[in-house]
């Protein structure tokens, strides 16, 4: 009998195209008044990216905002060279975390598993604090989305232990959608 997650992973593409959206209305200002903003958790996605042997098609910080979400997001989704979308900011419970309710309703495919291993392992390393994540992922006409906190420990944590090891199996996957 055959190991079908493995004939899976190994028929997967070896890279991507990725887009990395930051959300952050604070580093959003900074920039706007000429100001280098620290966009740490960005800065991780993009290292661990090329580290992996993906490309970077594209990177974009915007503020926490309903309309610029879903505008940079479907920018992202025309792109022919993009396969992935990775967003981080505006996944916690505060009034201006609205990514969840910005992407969500695009996905055709959610990736249950995803939020709930993201909380799981965050659990085991911050504690009862992980449940205010709403981290969550899932696809949109054969593209794979990832949206994760601002946390720069969250990010890297999702990137080396979920996103990576998986992603061309999930981008493999997703175009026979």
């Given at each position: 009998?055959?190991?079908?997650?493995?004939?899976?992973?190994?028929?997967?593409?070896?890279?991507?195209?990725?887009?990395?959206?930051?959300?952050?209305?604070?580093?959003?200002?900074?920039?706007?008044?000429?100001?280098?903003?620290?966009?740490?958790?960005?800065?991780?996605?993009?290292?661990?990216?090329?580290?992996?042997?993906?490309?970077?098609?594209?990177?974009?910080?915007?503020?926490?905002?309903?309309?610029?979400?879903?505008?940079?997001?479907?920018?992202?989704?025309?792109?022919?060279?993009?396969?992935?979308?990775?967003?981080?900011g505006g996944t916690?419970i505060s009034q201006?975390?609205?990514?969840?309710?910005?992407?969500?309703?695009?996905?055709?495919?959610?990736?249950?598993?995803?939020?709930?291993?993201?909380?799981?392992?965050?659990?085991?390393?911050?504690?009862?604090?992980?449940?205010?994540?709403?981290?969550?992922?899932?696809?949109?006409?054969?593209?794979?989305?990832?949206?994760?906190?601002?946390?720069?420990?969250?990010?890297?944590?999702?990137?080396?232990?979920?996103?990576?090891?998986?992603?061309?199996?999930?981008?493999?996957?997703?175009?026979?959608?």
């Amino acid at each position: 009998m055959s190991n079908v997650p493995n004939l899976h992973k190994e028929t997967s593409p070896t890279s991507a195209g990725v887009y990395v959206i930051t959300c952050s209305t604070s580093k959003y200002r900074q920039l706007q008044e000429r100001k280098r903003p620290d966009d740490v958790s960005g800065n991780i996605i993009e290292q661990l990216v090329r580290h992996a042997g993906h490309t970077l098609v594209g990177r974009k910080l915007i503020p926490d905002s309903r309309v610029l979400i879903r505008n940079t997001l479907r920018a992202a989704m025309a792109r022919r060279k993009v396969d992935a979308i990775i967003v981080t900011g505006g996944t916690g419970i505060s009034q201006t975390d609205v990514t969840f309710e910005t992407i969500s309703p695009f996905l055709d495919r959610e990736l249950l598993g995803f939020g709930e291993i993201f909380r799981r392992i965050s659990y085991d390393e911050i504690g009862s604090p992980a449940m205010m994540s709403r981290a969550f992922a899932g696809t949109i006409k054969g593209k794979v989305v990832f949206c994760l906190p601002g946390s720069p420990n969250g990010v890297k944590m999702a990137m080396e232990k979920l996103i990576l090891p998986e992603l061309g199996h999930i981008i493999g996957l997703s175009r026979h959608f």
